[in-house]
């Protein structure tokens, strides 16, 4: 049940990743929602999957308005990353002391954590799909032992796409 709507679903997610690639040429304007990264994976990548039958369209809440959102708002997709709030990173946002008060509630919004990363720790870096919305040009990233960071847009990193079957 893989967002508690009472169907039963399952998410994948790829734990090595898919290689790496960019977020954006040059901002986080737009969040997830109009990042080139999105584009990629629901284009390219969902089209060269076998068995995509199966996939389900999800609707995830997202910080879209990227430099200055303040609100997430939804977007669906049939591949997607997970959010700082996903992968229980958020806290450590919320927390810092250089992140900007009026835009720690976005974080809360962008889904709910899943059990696996409340008890693991991952190995390499890699892309979420949460902006820093006091930048304007930054995707968060997740680190090894599950700390976060903010990277340019077009850097490239490890790039995990989820998605779910059911």
Same mark, same amino acid.
């Given at each position: 049940?893989?967002?508690?709507?009472?169907?039963?679903?399952?998410?994948?997610?790829?734990? $090595?990743?898919? %290689? /790496?690639?960019?977020?954006? !040429?040059?901002t986080?304007?737009?969040?997830w929602? @109009?990042? *080139?990264?999105?584009?990629?994976?629901?284009?390219?990548?969902?089209?060269s999957m076998s068995?995509?039958?199966?996939?389900?369209?999800?609707?995830?809440m997202?910080?879209?308005? $990227?430099?200055? %959102? /303040?609100?997430?708002?939804g !977007?669906?997709?049939?591949l997607?990353?997970?959010? @700082?709030? *996903?992968?229980?990173?958020?806290?450590?946002?919320?927390?810092?002391?250089?992140?900007?008060?009026?835009?720690?509630?976005?974080?809360e919004?962008?889904?709910?954590?899943y059990?696996?990363?409340?008890?693991?720790?991952v190995?390499?870096?890699?892309?979420?799909?949460?902006?820093?919305?006091?930048?304007?040009?930054?995707f968060?990233?997740?680190?090894?032992?599950?700390?976060?960071?903010?990277?340019?847009?077009?850097?490239?990193?490890?790039?995990?796409?989820?998605?779910?079957?059911?």
């Amino acid at each position: 049940n893989h967002d508690g709507n009472g169907t039963t679903t399952w998410m994948v997610l790829s734990g $090595g990743g898919i %290689g /790496t690639h960019i977020m954006n !040429t040059e901002t986080n304007i737009g969040g997830w929602e @109009a990042s *080139e990264m999105r584009t990629w994976l629901n284009g390219d990548v969902y089209n060269s999957m076998s068995n995509k039958e199966y996939i389900k369209k999800v609707t995830k809440m997202t910080n879209n308005a $990227g430099s200055k %959102g /303040t609100k997430a708002s939804g !977007t669906t997709d049939m591949l997607f990353l997970l959010s @700082a709030k *996903e992968v229980n990173v958020s806290n450590q946002i919320i927390a810092s002391d250089w992140y900007p008060n009026k835009y720690k509630a976005v974080c809360e919004e962008e889904g709910f954590t899943y059990e696996w990363f409340e008890n693991n720790k991952v190995n390499s870096w890699f892309w979420i799909r949460s902006s820093l919305p006091s930048d304007d040009k930054c995707f968060a990233v997740v680190s090894v032992n599950n700390e976060v960071g903010f990277e340019y847009a077009n850097v490239k990193h490890t790039t995990m796409p989820a998605f779910v079957i059911g």
